[in-house]
């Protein structure tokens, strides 16, 4: 594991979570080699894992938040 997916892992960000204001879509991939996907439960690659699969959600979160 890179230096970067480490310090990506091992950092919590959650607090974070609450400047986030406008509409925020979240995927997540099973395959995620950074964030579990237990973790997660609580979208790293999830573009690469299954392109087709992310597109149709992007494109449906970007018409719903339009």
Partial sequence: MGVYQKALRETDLRA???QITLPTLILH???DKICSYKLAEQ???LSIEALEKFNAEL???ITKAS
Wanted: proline content about 0%.
């Fill in 16 to 18: 974070n979570l609450r």
């Fill in 43 to 45: 979208m790293h690659a």
């Fill in 59 to 61: 494109l449906g979160f």
């Fill in 29 to 31: 991939g099973r395959l």
